[in-house]
């Protein structure tokens, strides 16, 4: 079946670095979704991507998906405090009905 | 955006006994509902998919005489843990998406189960 890696696992950073988590799929997806959870709290919708190769930015964050629809990644420039929790990225492959696949998640701590 | 309202969000229960979590979508009609389990600092493992009016849809691995899923309406789903034990302790949420699949998934708040 359908499987959706992530790494890295953790990544611990200082306040102002940047940070990257990648998303790899074994199969093609129609569309790749990020997620944000906070400590304690339930995962939040980020984004979406759909088209091959697309770059989507948030302010300081910026999603890329893979032109092959296979990868994805998500960007955080100058990291904050407030960054702090787990991002998930989740892809649906093409065939219809496909349900949501989680990656294991990468779990960001930013020290002050 | 969407609201999904999941209750309760913490319970503690007695081994053997059965607990009842409601996932309500508060502003839509969802057919379907999905039901995760996760566990500390780890990824969400979908259970099972809730359909509206039909049976439930069990992953691989997943009891489901153990975990009773009910969609009785477009606006509710619940999962019953039924007999619960110690290991059965997890965090459990749940999610809808508006309209089509291909569309963002909103999560309840998550129901913290501790069995004792």
């Known amino acids: 079946g359908q499987q959706v890696m992530q790494i890295p696992q953790y990544q611990h950073v200082q306040e102002g670095e940047d940070f990257t988590t990648y998303c790899n799929s074994s199969?093609?997806?129609?569309?790749i979704q990020w997620y944000k959870q906070r400590p304690g709290g339930h995962p939040v919708f980020l984004i979406q991507?759909?088209?091959?190769?697309e770059v989507k930015k948030q302010k300081r964050l910026t999603f890329q998906f893979g032109e092959a629809k296979k990868n994805s990644s998500l960007h955080i420039t100058a990291t904050q405090t407030t960054d702090v929790g787990t991002y998930f990225c989740a892809g649906r492959g093409e065939t219809s009905g496909s349900r949501l696949t989680f990656g294991e998640g990468t779990q960001l701590t930013v020290n002050p | 955006g969407a609201v999904v309202s999941q209750h309760p969000s913490r319970v503690i229960c007695k081994s053997g006994t059965s607990v009842k979590i409601e996932c309500r979508s508060l502003d839509f009609q969802a057919t379907t509902m999905f039901w995760y389990r996760q566990f500390p600092k780890k990824s969400l493992m979908l259970m099972a998919t809730s359909n509206e009016g039909s049976k439930a849809t069990y992953e691989q691995g997943v009891e489901k005489d153990k975990f009773l899923i009910n969609h009785a309406s477009l606006t509710l789903s619940t999962l019953t843990v039924t007999s619960a034990h110690p290991e059965d302790s997890s965090f459990y949420i749940c999610?809808?998406?508006?309209?089509?699949?291909?569309?963002?998934?909103?999560f309840g708040q998550g129901t913290r189960l501790t069995v004792v």
């Open positions: 999610s809808a998406s508006r309209g089509h699949l291909n569309t963002e998934a909103f």
């Open positions: 991507l759909v088209k091959s190769g």
């Open positions: 199969t093609t997806l129609s569309n």
